[in-house]
């Protein structure tokens, strides 16, 4: 079976205001000692992530007292550099499905 099919991985994040959202992670990567995660809002219903907007949010893996968690990427340069990555990885994997492959 294609992996389009297969069950999202799924995560909840709070926002500074303690609103959660469910978001689903299409992609991870190590660039420059630094651990990168490609997410895009999770809808239960397939109809609803049409209507919705074509999001892909990029955060950053950070480490503090021990404990890990995922934040926002304040530098711009560093955004788009690692966004426009993600979305190369993500078209190639997109285009790779459809024509068939794995």
Known sequence: MSE???SPELLTLEDENGEETVF???DTMDL???TYVALTPYYE????MLD???ELVVL???T????EFLASIDDDEEYDRVGSIFLERLMAEY?????GED
Do not use: F, H, Q
């Open 52 to 54: 919705g907007d074509a």
């Open 95 to 99: 285009d790779s499905e459809e024509d």
């Open 64 to 67: 503090v007292d021990g404990e």
């Open 32 to 34: 420059d000692d630094k």
């Open 60 to 62: 950053v893996s950070e």
């Open 24 to 26: 689903e992670i299409l």
């Open 4 to 6: 389009l099919y297969d």
């Open 45 to 48: 219903n397939p109809e609803e």
